[in-house]
């Protein structure tokens, strides 16, 4: 059961939030400057600082971007981008490559060049920098505030804050950017301001069927007009039976998504927080889902003509939430919450105008949700719940950890018996001890809880790949090291019953045939991790090799050998002799450098065996040199 504490913070990421935002200076002072960059910049951008803050504000009116070809073949970032977003293609390797809408993408490259130079001239003078945008200037200012971010990552010496915050803007990109922007943590850098029946955001959800196309050009070029020259919007009504069958199309495309018990497989999604305003106050949501689900169930309220007025009214939006945010809401005694769980939906749904209100006694007032229904109100409380599940992978995490220092009895029993086979008389050390006595009732003990490990990080990887863990949780430093030492300790058992059972006969050797995935994931873990090489030489060996696919070498490197004992063919067997020599330096140079266990070095240990046979077989060479006439002194010769 909940307590009442946490209760009350179950609504801390809609309502709240979206007070806080409308608390401070930021929703207004970026509306003020897309409001000036829609009337007197068209297609362009103004740059304006504000004490320690620079603002940079994209107009709307900027070519329409909205073809057909662009919609249903987005551009591979990576193809198109000239490595201006390289720090985000890494996340998205083994996925479905990012794709972002190919017009938005190239209306931002054709501004990118005046664009650098105004950053460039912004650096070491002001602190934070807000890039906003409304409409299609929402898009170019999304790139631009990625691409800011995707620079600063690489400049250690800044610490410069950036925001993006968007008013009426499309989607940009799908699966893959969300994902990367979400492993960079950088969700929280983008705040997208969504008004109740604006059409703009939402089509991009839709399957924007080409019949479809000239009426959202239309319907834009309306927009570009109606920003120079406001008076024009009352020719909304005139538009909007042009655009109704689209209105139709989005809205029922948007109900199947919101319905769908899993988020769809969407071309586009969302990314970052969406500030949903109304005329009754705002609330913050960052889960998909529940974004999607809210986009459906406002969009729903409203008609034709609603969905092309919204997109030009965020500035009466943005100026209400920002002088009410402090009204008290309260209510009638006899419909007082039972719990503050409940009262935090019910404000939430206040804050959405998705109530159901009593019939407007006065017949001069317009009903208000007059096609609000029983059930959608449903789907709202659903909604606002779901996007709180987005704190369980945090949760998740934490009871995670309980689990992990629950199997570290397994883990201590392997180190255990390290430490035995590293210490007994035989001198063949942790690696060989394993594979020559697998079967004994110790053998069979560490065998056990090998198995149990691999299930414990088996079901990490599993949760992390179906979102049940936070997106940085790879990042987190418990949680590499954690796996770094499990994968140093655990992995030259793996090899040794690789081997040990013959698999290498039947597969190949390990690391091309039977390393595990989990292995390899963690190596990327270790890999990405932002911290600076140690320079510091080790004073003794290290208690784990540092390559945990050593042994998986020797053994590899064993079968070379005994190929060029037997091989005649001259340039095969010349191939092979560089192969070993290459083996022999690296391993040298991991014993010169500490970062190899004392079992590398045990007496009859598998690597010590294999040097004494090679040192045998260069001494052989010196003696005979015809039978390898293409060696001198032990060395490849031309």
């Known amino acids: 059961m909940e307590t009442e504490t946490s209760c009350e913070n179950k609504f801390e990421m809609s309502e709240t939030l979206a007070t806080f935002l409308a608390s401070t200076p930021l929703l207004e002072e970026a509306w003020r400057l897309c409001s000036i960059a829609d009337t007197s910049f068209p297609g362009a951008y103004l740059v304006q600082q504000i004490g320690s803050v620079a603002y940079v504000a994209f107009s709307g009116r900027l070519a329409d971007s909205g073809s057909d070809q662009s919609c249903e073949n987005p551009a591979r970032l990576d193809a198109e981008d000239g490595g201006l977003f390289a720090p985000l293609y890494r996340h998205s390797e083994a996925e479905e490559p990012i794709r972002l809408h190919g017009g938005m993408l190239r209306l931002f490259l054709s501004m990118f060049p005046s664009l650098q130079i105004q950053i460039a001239s912004l650096l070491g003078k002001v602190k934070s920098v807000v890039i906003t945008g409304h409409s299609l200037g929402g898009t170019t200012a999304s790139l631009s505030a990625l691409w800011l971010l995707c620079q600063l990552r690489s400049m250690s010496s800044t610490t410069m804050s950036v925001l993006c915050i968007t008013f009426g803007s499309p989607l940009l990109g799908n699966e893959a950017l969300h994902r990367s922007i979400l492993h960079e943590r950088w969700g929280g850098n983008f705040c997208h301001v969504v008004s109740k029946h604006d059409i703009m955001p939402r089509l991009l959800f839709a399957d924007v069927v080409p019949k479809h196309i000239s009426k959202i050009h239309t319907l834009i070029n309306f927009w570009h007009h109606c920003m120079a020259a406001p008076h024009l919007t009352s020719l909304s009504s005139q538009l909007a039976d042009e655009v109704k069958d689209t209105f139709h199309c989005v809205l029922k495309d948007l109900e199947l998504l919101a319905q769908a018990e899993e988020p769809s497989e969407n071309v586009f999604w969302p990314f970052g927080s969406y500030v949903f305003c109304c005329q009754e106050g705002a609330i913050c949501l960052d889960n998909v889902a529940s974004v999607i689900k809210m986009m459906y169930l406002m969009l729903a309220t409203g008609s034709p003509r609603c969905s092309i007025e919204d997109h030009l009214k965020y500035g009466d939006y943005v100026g209400k939430v920002s002088k009410h945010f402090l009204r008290a809401r309260n209510f009638h005694e006899q419909d007082l919450p039972d719990s503050s769980y409940e009262a935090g939906v019910a404000l939430a749904l206040q804050s959405t105008e998705l109530v159901i209100k009593e019939p407007v006694q006065d017949p001069s007032l317009p009903a208000q949700n007059s ?23 945090n949760q998740t995490a934490a009871n995670l950890a309980i689990k992990l220092s629950k199997i570290v009895p397994f883990r201590a029993e392997i180190e255990w018996y390290k430490a035995c086979c590293d210490e007994a008389d035989d001198q063949m050390g942790y690696y060989d001890s394993f594979k020559l006595k697998g079967r004994s009732k110790r053998e069979s003990r ?35 090291n954690a ?43 270790w890999r990405d991790r932002n911290v600076p090489e140690e320079e510091n030489k080790r004073s003794k060996f290290a208690s784990l090799t540092q390559d945990s696919c050593f042994w998986a070498k020797v053994e590899e490197a064993r079968e070379w050998l005994d190929n060029v004992r037997s091989e005649n063919d001259v340039k095969k067997r010349d191939l092979l002799w560089h192969t070993i020599d290459k083996f022999e330096q690296y391993a040298r140079k991991l014993i010169e450098n500490k970062e190899v266990s004392i079992d590398v070095l045990a007496k009859n240990s598998s690597f010590s065996r294999w040097m004494e046979d090679w040192k045998e077989l260069k001494s052989q060479v010196q003696q005979f040199p015809p039978r390898f006439p293409g060696f001198v002194d032990g060395e490849v010769v031309p």
């Open 371 to 393: 096609s609000l229904r029983k059930e959608d109100v449903i789907m709202a409380k659903d909604c606002l719940q779901m996007a709180q599940d987005g704190n369980k992978p």
């Open 483 to 525: 796996s770094q030492f499990y994968k140093l300790l655990v992995e030259p058992l793996d090899i040794a019953d690789y081997y040990r059972t013959g698999m290498h006969r039947e597969r190949g050797h390990y690391i091309k045939h039977g390393r595990e995935r989990r292995y390899e994931i963690f190596d990327k873990w």
């Open 446 to 480: 560490v065998n056990m809880n090998r198995h149990k490990l691999a299930g414990f990080w088996n079901s990490v990887i599993h949760m992390l790949e179906n979102n049940k863990l936070p997106h940085d949780f790879h990042r987190r430093e418990k949680w590499v």
